[in-house]
Structures are given as structure tokens and as C-alpha cells.
């Protein structure tokens, strides 16, 4: 029987572990709990069409929009159709999604042109999908390994000249083999000082395919989410509170989005998260606000029972007063490159889910389609594996007209390089590689980073460091090269999009 090896626990890991199950040995690893992932903090739903008034043409051009010019036609129209499905599924494993009068409650989040948001325990979607999947992963044949991080990819050369995946090393240096590896070890969060993300989110798969010689794709476009609380661990304020109707407001508390975008509150996320930086910075810092409070306390604490919590944890009536808010980073739609099977240029290596890029979310992501890509391509990649396989796939060489050529990173250490915080280094990537970016700026943080020793592996915080290091370097060499602006990637020296530059950046390290 083939085996197979899945590296992490989000709803794409756990997805992929449990379509497997029934064919195939699988063992999952995850580096914490089973439960420590994006997929448990997601909070405003799913996109997935689901009523007759909804189409799955208007799911598909609403994520095009969305990506500004850069989303993968093949790879948006494969998530849209097969959605429903995958929806079903998660219902068939036991999630419970909301409903009002014995039908699912539809959401309206920025950018949808529908109300198709579907969503469990009012603002706590991940957390539904993820405890209704471990459950399952629990009762299944799959052999799960908690607090085991993966550090590298093992790769083998085969004897006809090629070289293939064949299982990951652990920190006390076991190697699991398998015969196909499956990474989805989600983004990268921690890259940065502010971010919704949890403690797990240290760009780990990427950075293990930049090792192994993988190509990645689009790694300069990072999304930062508006709407985080301005308080310690900035608790998500997710866009749902905005499509109920909340609107952000300056110092004087005025609604400045009005003057910025014709949808105002609900433009396309990094237009908001500019927004937001742009009026930050006109009021010397002072976070804007954000105002809940025509939706009344009772209304709030009943929609959206966990941000209602967090809120008030911090010590903010949300119900009574507007709260502070600012942008925090939330989304990575770069990763490591992968076709419409989550197959790689690493033949036996596959990525799924926020670590892979499919080219589905192009420059920008459209919210709420994250947990639908890992669930439909959680189940594509095993599909993959069927004898016979689905058509071969576009790699490296053979990535069609919208995906450029790979491009060499030099990624290494420079010869005088010194010990770096994990602090230092976040600062840095927000200061020169954050929401606003110039060439100038860039260029200064690579030759800081390229001032940063890589950590020696003694145990998992320094093999995160090491991760998070080669991955900002990626991210800066790849943004540098990008001199457009386009989606989640704003420069100030190039802020046109450039229809020239209409195509997917890929890079391998040197
Ligand atoms: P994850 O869910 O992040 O899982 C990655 C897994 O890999 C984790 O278990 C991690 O521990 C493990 N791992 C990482 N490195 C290693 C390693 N070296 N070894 C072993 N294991 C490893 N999207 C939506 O569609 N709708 C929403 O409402 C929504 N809200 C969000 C709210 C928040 C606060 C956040 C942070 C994200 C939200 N997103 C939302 C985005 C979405 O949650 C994620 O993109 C998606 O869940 C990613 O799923 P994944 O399975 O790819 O990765
Ligand atoms: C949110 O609830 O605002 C997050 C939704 C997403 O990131 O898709």
C-alpha cells in the first residue's frame, strides 16, 4: 500500500489526511496540537454558492477582481465548481454551519457581489471545521503525530537521473519516509510583528522547499487584513462586522473610506488596509475606529459571540463605543508553485492549501475563499494520486504564459553575518516590507537580512528562526524584483499596475 505523508493539521492537511485514509497508509504530522492552525482562528465563513440568486460566474469573476488581474482563470473556476461539493463534505464530517429559520445563514463580505459567506458559531468558522475534523481524523485509520515539526524535506536521486520526495527529518533527526509528501503547513504570519495569525505560522513549508530546490511563485504579495483590535495579539475583527454594516472612522470620527473607494468600508482589502495606514499615520498613529455600535450590543454578542469576548477581554464596549483598529498581516498568496493536483516541480511533493500557490488567489485574495481552496484541493491531491493520473501537470519548464520563468535567489547568509532576534527581524520586514514598500527600503532590509546569521537547528524555536529568515529574504529578493503595484504588493515608486507585468513571478533558490 503507498504511503503518505501529510505535513500539518489545518482544514487542507486534515482534508488530504482523511480522503486518503480509506486507500492509503497515512501518518500526519503536525508541530503543535491538532488544533493549531489558521483553520481554527478563521472567523467570517466560507465562500461557496450556495443559493439560486448566486452563480458560480459570479463566485469566479468576484475572485478574478479580486486578484487583480494575476488570478489563475483554470485554478479559480476549479474552486468555484467543485466548492459546493467540498461544502458538502465538511457537512457530511460533522461541521455545523449557522442557519436562520431551518436554512444556512448567508454572510456579505468586501468584495462578494453576493451574500455566499456561510459561517459556523457565528464568527467562528475555523474553529468549527477544525474540532468536526480532528474528530474524524481521530476516528480514522490515519496515524496523527502531535508536536512533531518536519525541518526538511528529504529528497532522493533516482537512477534514471531524476530525484524525488521521499519523506521529511524531525528535530532529533528521524527521517519519515513515504512515498508521496504532502506539505500543508499553511503561511507565515509570524513574518511580521502584527498578525492575526497563531504562534504555528513560520513560512516552515516554504522555507523547506526553498532548501530542497522547489520552485515558489508570487511570495511579494501579502495580504494585510484592515481590521485588527489595536491590542496585544491583535484579536481579528473580521470583515463580517463590516458587512453587518460597521464603518471605520478617523479621529474626528468621520467615515474618511467614503472619500477613498466607491464600496467604501467594503473595497478590496488592501485598499482598506492602506486606507487605514494612510489615515494612522496622518493622525500620528491613533489607530481608527471602528463602528459597531448602530448594530447594537445584543445583536453583536449574538452574531459574533467570539470577537464580542475578545473585545471585552480588552476592556471594549464594542456595543457602546467604536474600538481601535489597524491592519495586521493575514494572508500569504505566495507559495510553493503547485498545479491544479497540488503537485510541485518536486516530483512526489505536493502543497495544498495557504503554503501552496495555485495562482487562485492571484495578487489579492478574496476573503472567505481560503478555507474553500483546502478543502477542494485537500481532496484534488489525493485525487492525483489515482492510476492512472490526471493530465501531467504545468511545472517549472512548462508553466504556460502566465507564469514567468524561475528566477535565481541568492539567499545566503553574508560572510560577516551576526545573531538576529525573531523581534528584530519582524520589525524589519514590517518597517521595509510591510503595506507600503520602495526599492530603496528593500534593498536597505536584504542587505540587513543578508546580515543575519541563519540559526543553527538545535530545537524548534531556532528551526522557526532559520525558516522565517530564508522566507523574508525570498519575500524581499521577489518584491524587489515585482516594480509595479499590484494587490497585496504596494510600492510607492511604481504605483501603477503595469499590464506588462500581468503574470505570476517564480523563483528557485540559487
Ligand atoms: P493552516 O490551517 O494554517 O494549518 C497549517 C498546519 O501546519 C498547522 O497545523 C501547523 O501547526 C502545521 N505546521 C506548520 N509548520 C509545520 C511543520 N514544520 N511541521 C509540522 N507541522 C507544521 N479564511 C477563510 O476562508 N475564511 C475566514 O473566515 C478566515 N478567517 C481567518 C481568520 C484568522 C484569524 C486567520 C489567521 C485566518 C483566516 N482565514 C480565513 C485564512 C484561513 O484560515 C487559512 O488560510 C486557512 O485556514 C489555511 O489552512 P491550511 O490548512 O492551509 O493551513
Ligand atoms: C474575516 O473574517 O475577516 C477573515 C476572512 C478571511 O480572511 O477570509
Not at 524535506?153 to 513515504?178: F, K, Q, S
Not at 516541480?345 to 495555485?358: D, K, M
Not at 538576529?420 to 528593500?442: C, V, Y
Request: a negative charge; aromatic letters at 6%.
Amino acid at each position: 500500500m503507498k504511503s503518505i505523508l501529510v505535513v500539518g493539521s489545518g482544514v487542507a492537511g486534515m482534508t488530504a489526511a482523511l480522503e486518503a485514509a480509506e486507500h492509503y497508509d497515512v501518518t500526519l504530522l503536525t508541530k503543535s496540537d491538532l488544533s493549531q492552525s489558521n483553520t481554527r482562528y478563521a472567523q467570517g465563513g466560507i465562500a461557496v454558492v450556495t443559493t439560486e440568486g448566486d452563480s458560480v460566474e459570479s463566485h469566479v469573476a468576484d475572485t478574478l477582481l479580486a486578484g487583480a488581474g494575476l488570478s489563475d482563470q483554470d485554478a479559480v473556476q476549479l474552486l468555484c465548481e467543485e466548492g459546493p461539493a467540498a461544502f458538502d463534505e465538511l457537512i457530511d464530517r460533522g461541521v455545523k454551519f449557522d442557519q436562520v429559520d431551518g436554512h444556512l445563514a448567508h454572510g456579505l463580505e468586501a468584495a462578494h457581489s453576493h451574500a455566499r459567506i456561510l459561517h459556523a458559531g457565528g464568527d467562528a468558522t475555523g474553529a468549527g471545521i477544525a474540532y468536526a475534523l480532528i474528530d474524524q481524523v481521530r476516528a480514522s485509520k490515519v496515524s496523527v503525530r502531535e508536536s512533531t515539526a518536519a525541518v526538511d524535506l528529504v529528497i532522493e536521486d533516482l537512477p534514471d537521473g531524476g530525484h524525488r520526495a521521499v519523506g521529511v527529518t524531525l528535530l532529533n533527526g528521524e527521517v519519515v519516509r513515504a512515498d508521496v509528501v504532502i506539505l500543508a503547513t499553511g503561511g507565515a504570519g509570524q513574518l511580521f510583528p502584527y498578525t492575526t495569525n497563531p504562534e504555528v505560522a513560520t513560512g516552515d513549508g516554504v522555507a523547506m522547499a526553498l532548501r530542497a530546490g522547489a520552485v515558489v511563485s508570487d511570495l511579494e504579495f501579502y495580504q494585510f487584513h484592515p481590521t485588527s483590535l489595536d491590542a496585544p495579539d491583535n484579536f481579528l475583527i473580521s470583515e463580517a462586522v463590516r458587512g453587518e454594516g460597521a464603518v471605520l472612522i478617523d479621529r474626528e470620527g468621520k467615515r474618511f473610506m467614503l472619500d477613498i473607494h466607491p464600496d467604501a468600508e467594503l473595497a478590496p482589502r488592501d485598499v482598506v488596509a492602506r486606507a487605514i495606514a494612510v489615515q494612522m499615520a496622518k493622525q500620528s498613529g491613533v489607530p481608527v475606529r471602528l463602528d459597531c455600535t448602530h448594530l447594537g450590543a445584543d445583536f453583536l454578542a449574538k452574531r459574533f459571540p467570539n470577537i464580542d469576548a475578545a473585545c471585552r477581554a480588552q476592556g471594549f464596549d464594542w456595543g457602546n463605543e467604536p474600538i481601535p483598529v489597524t491592519p495586521a498581516a493575514h494572508y500569504w498568496m505566495g507559495g510553493i508553485r503547485a498545479d491544479e493536483w497540488g503537485r510541485t516541480s518536486i516530483p512526489g511533493l505536493y502543497a495544498v492549501g495557504e503554503v501552496a500557490c495555485n495562482g487562485l488567489h492571484g495578487a489579492n485574495r478574496l476573503a472567505s475563499n481560503s478555507l474553500l481552496e483546502g478543502a477542494v484541493y485537500g481532496t484534488r491531491c489525493i485525487a492525483a494520486l489515482a492510476d492512472p493520473p490526471p493530465p501531467e501537470h504545468r511545472d517549472a519548464e512548462d508553466c504556460g504564459a502566465d507564469w514567468a520563468q524561475p528566477f535565481a535567489l541568492d539567499l545566503a547568509d553574508h560572510a560577516d553575518a551576526d545573531n538576529f532576534t525573531r523581534d528584530d527581524l519582524q520589525r524589519l520586514m514590517w518597517e521595509f516590507a510591510g503595506l507600503t514598500r520602495t526599492g530603496d527600503r528593500m534593498l536597505a532590509a536584504s542587505r540587513r537580512l543578508a546580515a543575519f546569521s541563519t540559526p543553527r537547528v538545535t530545537d524548534a524555536k531556532s528551526a522557526e528562526d532559520a525558516n522565517l529568515l530564508i522566507v523574508s529574504r525570498a519575500v524581499v529578493e521577489m518584491a524587489l524584483a515585482r516594480e509595479e503595484s499590484r494587490g497585496g504588493h504596494y510600492r510607492s515608486d511604481f504605483p501603477a499596475t503595469l499590464p506588462a507585468q500581468a503574470h505570476h513571478s517564480s523563483a528557485v533558490q540559487k
